[in-house]
């Protein structure tokens, strides 16, 4: 499962009533190869939901997740930090054995 804090709840259902999307619009985070450790985080909203996709849903955030990606996100928490020492999403993924400076990539 995937799960949701508190903060990055609100800053979804902002970014979603921000651009205007209805409620088949969820979540969707993914993994990519790339960044300086390796893997990278994506996050957008999608209204697709594909055969193979895993879904889950926290605080009422529906996050979808493609079968390769959560083979790496399996058990991570999507928060969110709006700090004077970095803003924007972060992922706390208890998988990762390595990560870059920013966060923004990781490595298992």
């Known amino acids: 499962m995937i799960t949701v804090s508190d903060k990055a709840k609100e800053k979804v259902v902002k970014l979603k009533q921000d651009a205007q999307l209805d409620d088949s619009y969820r979540l969707r985070a993914s ?57 924007g999403f972060y992922f706390n993924n208890p998988n990762a054995t390595r990560t870059c400076g920013c966060g ?4 298992v």
């Open 104 to 107: 923004d990539s990781f490595s």
């Open 31 to 87: 993994v990519a190869g790339g960044g300086c450790s390796g893997l990278s985080y994506n996050l957008d909203f999608d209204d697709e939901v594909k055969p193979m996709d895993q879904e889950f849903e926290d605080k009422g955030v529906k996050v979808v997740v493609d079968m390769k990606s959560f083979l790496y996100l399996a058990g991570t928490e999507l928060d969110f930090s709006d700090g004077l020492n970095g803003k």
